[in-house]
């Protein structure tokens, strides 16, 4: 039985698995009605998880793992190199004020050189425990050293693996593509779930030299942390502005902490998001209070992640550049060439129609014909220029509606002009105005705002846009009007234009 007990209890990787199964394992050898297994805290000599066998939920809240401790004390190891064996002090109360337990067993668990828990059997039907049941339990103890120490280990390497490949799969959303807010909620999601934490924030330093919380993740609701700021003079903001990583043990009642959204949390780390002497920022891990603090190998991890995702965020930032550079490049190649071939020919062509409509003056027809061609080159020149200019400016987000749209050409006509359309909108214009009527309405407005360009003496342009309004035909449509305070041109052209179109 004990054989076949020590190849089960090292049968399974899985540290709470094995935790279990030694506890079970080490009562059906003895025969002890209860057992319970005590993991100790290695940094805060206290109980820190607890696996037990023959007991309810209500036997395990009221369990004393130290009997010969005075009642109702907290659990803490009082004699940690204790060699197992039977207890010399008094029998334990049973669980829930039940019938004494004679004798008792306990025996440390120790992995190499550390105790990491004690195991204890009591409650022995048959009467009191044996030699015989002290030698088992000797050997179980032993064996499950080792195996505890394989779990832990295994449980390590998964760990490890499961943080590098959440940094390689942030690394990798980042070079693929996307702005500063995303990339940093990217990391601040991962690096919750990876840590276990009940929120990931991203804090960045503010101009009064503070900090202040630009991102959250959290499983709750984030109100109120977004905008949350650690002010000037914290002992905390030094650290980390100094690219320092700060643990904390609770938020809540740690004085160093200073913000109001503390006392939500508890145990909680803060890690430098620093590259190449760059700080980027702060990811923070709290935990909810009462949870489990993090351990050296969570902190180790987690450290490394922040400076992986750190790394990750500059790569991504000089892509962007890079490729902002290059569509710079481009855009000022295409406006260079518009300007150097396509504006130089239209107006050498508009120049030949000019001299061929005063050789042809005579002739009425033709020299009608002849000026409305040089109107239309005139006009494209401008357009043209009009592009050359919104080439030369860096690329936006292209409005999505019809308001957008017009307050892009104004915008792009004002650099022109020397001065800024004024655009008043009636009615529900961007509800009614589709693509087509809009397409059609755009055009006039550019060539509207070209030919007001050309006229001597404007200082002023005003656009209207109405909709919805009734046309001569009786239908519903949309009405664009461009006025300016000029002079008018040489063929008498109003000032005041109107164009209609139905919706």
């Known amino acids: 039985m004990l054989l076949e007990a020590v190849l089960n209890v090292g049968s399974d990787l899985e540290l709470g698995s094995t935790l279990q199964q030694i506890v079970d394992t080490a009562a059906a050898l003895t025969g002890a009605r209860h057992g319970a297994l005590g993991v100790l805290d290695p940094d805060r000599d206290r109980i820190e998880g607890l696996y037990s066998a023959g007991m309810t939920e209500e036997e395990r809240r009221h369990l004393d793992l130290f009997p010969d401790e005075p009642a109702g004390r907290p659990a803490t190891l009082t004699r940690p190199g204790r060699p197992p064996g039977r207890s010399p002090g008094r029998a334990p109360d049973s669980p829930s004020g039940g019938p004494p337990v004679r004798s008792f067993l306990r025996a440390p668990i120790r992995v190499r050189t550390e105790v990491f828990g004690h195991l204890y059997l009591a409650g022995k039907p048959s009467g009191p425990f044996t030699d015989t049941d002290l030698a088992l339990l000797r050997v179980l103890a032993a064996q499950a050293g080792i195996a505890i120490g394989n779990a832990r280990l295994y449980e390590t390497a998964r760990q490890r693996e499961r943080w590098i490949a959440g940094a390689a799969a942030v690394t990798t959303a980042l070079l693929t593509g996307t702005d500063a807010a995303d990339a940093l909620m990217t990391v601040a999601e991962r690096a919750r779930a990876l840590a276990g934490a009940s929120a990931g924030v ?50 809540a009642t740690d004085p160093r ?23 980027i920022g702060t990811l923070a891990l709290p935990r909810r209070r009462g949870e489990r603090p993090y351990t050296d190998l969570d902190r180790l991890l987690a450290t490394q992640f922040a400076s ?14 890079r490729e902002q550079l290059a569509v710079y490049e481009d855009r000022d190649r295409i406006a260079r060439d518009l300007h150097d071939l396509v504006v130089q020919r239209l107006f050498a062509t508009e120049m030949m129609l000019e001299s061929t409509r005063r050789r042809a003056a005579s002739e009425a027809e033709a020299g009608e014909l002849l000026g409305r061609a040089v109107d239309e080159l005139d006009s494209t020149i401008q357009e043209v ?31 022109l002009l020397g001065f800024p359309p004024s655009v008043r909108f009636t009615g529900a214009v961007d509800a009614l105005v589709g693509a087509e009527p809009g397409k059609e309405l755009l055009a006039a407005l550019r060539g509207a705002l070209a030919a007001a360009h050309r006229r001597p003496g404007v200082s002023a342009i005003e656009v209207e846009v109405e909709a919805p309004v009734r046309l001569p035909d009786g239908r519903s449509g949309v009405r664009l009007v461009v006025a300016d305070d000029g002079r008018g041109d040489d063929d008498g052209r109003p000032t005041t234009v109107t164009w209609q179109a139905p919706l």
């Open 385 to 415: 220029r009009t592009a050359i200019f919104a080439l030369q400016q860096p690329p936006a987000e292209a409005p999505s509606t019809f308001r957008g749209r017009v307050l892009r050409e104004t915008g792009g006509a004002a650099a």
């Open 257 to 279: 902490m200073t913000t109001a959204v503390r006392s939500r949390f508890g145990p909680s780390m803060m890690l430098p998001l620093q590259s190449g002497g760059r700080l």
């Open 202 to 251: 991203i804090l960045q330093p503010t101009e009064e030299g503070g900090m202040e919380i630009v991102t959250a993740s959290t499983q709750d609701d984030p109100a109120g942390i977004v905008g949350t700021v650690i002010e000037p003079g914290s002992t905390v903001l030094v650290k980390l502005l100094g690219g320092e990583p700060v643990f904390i043990d609770d938020s």
């Open 308 to 321: 992986q995702a750190a790394l990750a965020l500059v790569l991504a930032d000089a892509q962007a550049d």
